[in-house]
């Protein structure tokens, strides 16, 4: 029989497994996913096993590598490469530093940023431009929101946006493959490959903070090294419902070599007998610094298993886009609701809207009281600030009668 | 009744509340600290808390905060300073990579190390010599080890040494508190001293990888401000016994504004309402990047709780110099057996030994064997690279029964 991603019995039995979303209508998976009960036994178990067999033994470290050759392993193949183009981070933004310092930059570089990037990478890029005089520019692309071509999902607004706004000179284009504000998917493969044509240094820094555990990157036409994108930052806590403190790296093979490590440590580096450093660890590797928390490898490998039994990962995005579409139709309808995007629903987990205030203008003072109100209730949403608005996620895991819930609460407030 | 260090049951009972210690006899504390129970369920409590309040929502975000503060509050009680210098970080080499990244470098600028720094540092300084054109030089600390004065534990070798190779051009010197191979303890507070005296630009940069939660540095005297060392960097899963993943970076206050944040993220900068990044974090924040394993922040408060249950920070000293005193003089004692320190113990809790082989040469086929003889009994001790040596720990948790089962085990093996 084949897998019906909308049989609800199926979804509210695989969610028995997460204990924490009982009582609870849970939209923040964008700011930070539930844990299956099995993963947060993982990280216990690993913790245990660690201090147990150790701390500090022979044995406690070739289990701690194993699992770490193990979730390396894991994050690959869900994102269609291999592990030798992983790095594993603290967190998404780690992630983004770690290309940011690390190309090997002229004065007068130009990087070219979009305009709904996290305020974390816009102030490592303000003062990346500071020390070695970068010239840096925004693009508009929230504006390109709902140019909506008639090929589902693929935007061309933003590839003209950014080609326009390339220079002879621009060295790096950071963007999100999520807007994190507006839901947007923007067209990575097409991006990647105007950047890629506008001159042989031109690199493409993605975050992928939305994106990695709730796209299909696994698929083809998906897979990163299809893609040609260069850096692809990600986290393991939000759409893959891991723990947080851990997340990943992605650089491909061809700029690995250029890419020189800047926060350097006894993980990243190569040495002799006498313990001297002798070069970089010849893949991904070289980035990672230093000793981490390495339950987290165990848990995060954990949450990502327990997401594998349910469908593939195309079938997971087509029940989040089935949602995200439920939700934006049932808050469109709802008078003095305004959803930021208009022309089509949002073709990821991430739906945000504006209640429309006095003077007919969307009202910060509304979104935080109803955010509030819904906290209240266990009810969980978020404000974003630019531009304000209430954003409300969906995962495959969301409950058709959670999301019709969440739009009767708005219908009520307002 | 006075609290008494050397009261065996008194150690005894305290070391009931660390159940990864039965059936150990272990002496790696200078690589990994074993955790007390409370502490491992600390993380666990945290863990639960923050998914069961949210994960993502106002009640976890003010916990998780709080968590920070209080956290930051003891670390920076236990080395004598106030929250505000103090800085989370992954580990100990990130803390050291925030000051090396973040100085406003000239080219030609002079860096002066110790011989004995560990090799992710060296390596991290390799790579910025080479981005910024600076010259790197070495002193040779370790040779200063068996030279003592009659103060017991002020070395006066290593401050003559460093000032000899201190230049007008000095910008940063680069040591550890304690040797990690010889377990010496460096006079810091005359070291920065005759650093500072140098010229107005001469930071110091101090590894504490194994001075942390070892030495007294809550104890006047030896209180960070006093010692006015510019940057402290330090993790808590060594000498503190906490989980692994969490360090910090104490910054002087009077350097903090010359030293730029390089990986950078939400966690260290201030927004306007639209969340466009307008500056620093006014404190050591600064230098925090985004999302961590915050349960991390609750187990380490634990694990420094449970130890201030057992006397002060001196008396804890105070036992570990006398346990490691014994095990020194049980050592060598041991024909074929040389302690790295030869005229007198470590004044901390890190002894070192060789094995002598062929030709009168230390082994280290010899020093191999031992560990992995040892470990296969749950006996712990490391080998390092530099010299070639064999590392045995000891902590005030560790037994005076431990010390002369490990002596005989030793002799037993030559």
Redesign the interface.
Known sequence: MAFNPNDLAAVSLHRQQFS?LKGKQYF?YG?????ADSA?AA??QA??N???E??????AYEWVKAQGTQVRGAIAQALGTTPEAITLT?????GC?IPL?GLPWQSGDHILMGDCE???????V??LSR?YELDVSTCALADTRNEISADKGANKGPVALIQQNLRPNTRLVIISHILWNTGQVLPMKEIVSVCHRNAPHTRVLVDAAQSAGSLPLDQSGWRLPETKVDYYAF?G?KWWCG????GALYVRPEVLAET??????????E?D?????TGWKPDGQRFE??????P?WSALQQAMKVQAEWGTSGQRYERICRLSERLWEGLRAIPKVTCLLTAAPPPSGLVSFQLIGDRAQPSPDLHNAL??QL?AQQI?V?T???P?CVRACVHYLTLESEVDALVEKVRAFV
Chains 1, 2 share one sequence.
């Open positions: 924490v923040n700011g930070q996913g539930p844990m947060i990280l216990s913790q245990q660690i201090q147990t150790g701390p500090f033994s022979s044995r603290e967190n998404v933004t780690v530093n310092w996290h305020p974390g990478v816009v102030a490592a303000a003062e020390r986290t806590h723990p947080a403190g851990i020189a490590p800047t926060f350097i440590g006894w993980r990243g580096i040495m007998d006498a313990g001297n450093p610094v230093a000793t981490s928390d390495y987290l955010v509030q906290e969980y978020r974003l600030l630019s304000h």
